[in-house]
Nanobody, 127 residues
Framework: QVFLRESGGGLVQAGGSLRLSCVGS????????MAWFRQAPGKGREFVAC????????HYDDSVKGRFAISREDAKNTVYLQMNTVKPEDTAVYYC????????????????????WGQGTQVTVSS
């Protein structure tokens, strides 16, 4: 079985920090571009951040730029999302995605670009 599993979500006060983790199982994702998306109630799944297969290129949505940081630790088959200075509007279910094609591209911003998804982890930011 090949799947991703997110963890690290929870309740945090505005201005605080949280780190999400996404661990892959069943295969190595060390050569796969990966990303974080999020979905708030009543809204579609929206792009948050992505990282190239090499870890050399990252891209962020403007809403989180300067506050969030995506990184990867391939030895652990894991991608992280460090969330700093969180805001109530960051409240959402956060999903990890991975592309099936190895060594591809630089960055991908669309949900359809990703082939594997986790179940999501809830992040709630209180004011």
């Amino acid at each position: 079985q090949v799947f991703l599993r997110e963890s690290g979500g929870g309740l945090v006060q505005a201005g605080g920090s949280l780190r999400l983790s996404c661990v892959g199982s069943g295969r190595s994702f060390g050569s796969s571009a990966m990303a974080w998306f999020r979905q708030a109630p009543g809204k579609g799944r929206e792009f948050v951040a992505c990282i190239s297969w090499s870890g050399e290129i990252v891209h962020y949505d403007d809403s989180v730029k300067g506050r969030f940081a995506i990184s990867r630790e391939d030895a652990k088959n894991t991608v992280y999302l460090q969330m700093n200075t969180v805001k109530p509007e960051d409240t959402a279910v956060y999903y990890c995605g991975a592309r099936d094609t190895l060594y591809s591209g630089n960055y991908y911003l669309n949900e359809g670009d990703y082939d594997y998804w986790g179940q999501g982890t809830q992040v709630t930011v209180s004011s």
